[in-house]
């Protein structure tokens, strides 16, 4: 399905491949090292793509989608070599992870430099409105991130909690992707308010999904390691809800390993949770997400590009990794 979902903007997408390597230039040669093994490291770049298709479903009549669709890579990489350090993960996308291959301060400072590339670019688009979004799309990324480190371990963190953090970190940017392709395309208030909203519930399905596949997905497959928000003690959705409605013994064992971070029961805390109907609770929701972003559609002239868009929507709850 991811296949169909980049086929409309092939061409754009490679070209926009080509300028992120191209924005990677420094003087300093670790900034370059660095920079190029975590943007070579792949992934599906959804984030750049809603960009392209947005802006296409839009008939954008420029190339200024290009440089805009790099940006928001260039964002996400920055709270990637971030938030592995943060986290101190190992593994990212099936390779080690860019502290754990160089060190820690050099991935948090080669961070600073991608995101201040990222503004670098912003400028040249001279569009004052999309800047005003980019800025508070990162300032409420930190937020996110700052929320979710005051979070770690702590077993008293409810759905709320959780809904507002994952919204923070990782919706807000699929948002921002979207609303900035229409913005860019000149698109009129209701298609660009359609299309933000679309992002805002494809992004939130997707990290529903991403939390979920911490107890039920491939290592392989993922990238990263199974267990790596319980070893964290990230009290993820599914982990919540198991809490709230599994048994007192449940709670208890679930409790206990957020607090310390230890994976020694990490079976049984994946069969709590499959059990207790934790993982699908996660699921219905990603579900009612991705239908809510499938709705937002209807505002948009049909196109190969919406339709994109709605493979989109249904592979973000359908994906294995």
Same mark, same amino acid.
């Given at each position: ?7 409309? &903007?092939?061409?754009?997408?490679? !070209? ?7 924005? /990677? ?22 984030? %750049? ?9 839009? #008939? ?10 790099? &940006? ?18 190992? /593994?990212? *996308?099936? *390779? ?31 569009? $004052? ?33 959780? $809904? ?13 992707? !979207?609303?900035?392709?229409?913005? +860019? ?10 299309? *933000?909203?679309?992002?805002?519930? &494809? =992004? ?12 039920? =997905? #491939? ?10 928000? /319980? ?7 599914? +982990?919540? @809800? ?7 013994? #449940?709670?208890? /064992?679930?409790?206990?390993? +957020? ?19 934790? +993982?699908? @609770? ?12 499938? !709705?937002?559609?209807?505002?948009? %002239?049909?196109?190969? @590009? ?5 493979? $989109? ?9």
């Amino acid at each position: 399905m991811y296949e169909s979902i980049r086929a409309p &903007v092939e061409d754009d997408f490679e !070209a926009v491949n080509q300028f992120v390597i191209d924005q /990677l230039y420094s003087n300093v040669s670790l900034v370059e090292s660095i920079g190029h093994y975590i943007v070579a490291a792949g992934g599906k770049r959804m984030r %750049p793509v809603l960009v392209l298709l947005s802006s296409r479903a839009c #008939d954008i009549d420029n190339d200024d989608h290009l440089p805009m669709a790099g &940006v928001i890579e260039f964002i996400h990489t920055a709270t990637l070599l971030h938030d592995d350090v943060v986290d101190m993960s190992t /593994l990212r *996308r099936g *390779r080690p992870t860019a502290n754990s291959q160089w060190n820690n301060p050099s991935s948090v400072l080669v961070g600073d430099f991608i995101y201040s590339r990222a503004f670098q670019i912003l400028v040249s688009l001279q569009n $004052m409105r999309i800047m005003q979004i980019m800025a508070d799309t990162t300032n409420r990324i930190a937020e996110g991130e700052v929320l979710q480190l005051l979070n770690k371990h702590n077993v008293e963190v409810s759905e709320a909690d959780y $809904m507002r953090v994952i919204h923070n970190k990782t919706a807000i940017l699929f948002e921002a992707a !979207a609303q900035c392709g229409a913005i +860019l395309a000149g698109a009129g208030e209701h298609i660009e308010d359609a299309l *933000r909203r679309f992002g805002l519930h &494809v =992004g939130t399905a997707f990290q529903l999904i991403d939390d979920v596949l911490d107890y039920e =997905g #491939d290592s392989e497959k993922l990238g990263k390691n199974i267990g790596d928000d /319980l070893a964290e003690g990230k009290p993820t959705l599914p +982990l919540i @809800y198991a809490m709230q409605h599994g048994s007192e013994t #449940d709670a208890s /064992l679930i409790a206990g390993s +957020l607090k310390t971070g230890g994976l020694e029961s990490l079976e049984k805390i994946i069969a709590v949770v499959q059990e207790s109907g934790g +993982l699908s @609770y996660t699921r219905k929701l990603a579900q009612e997400q991705a239908e809510k972003a499938i !709705a937002c559609l209807e505002a948009l %002239p049909e196109s190969s @590009y919406r339709t994109a868009l709605d493979s $989109m929507a249904r592979f973000s709850i359908e994906r294995v990794s």
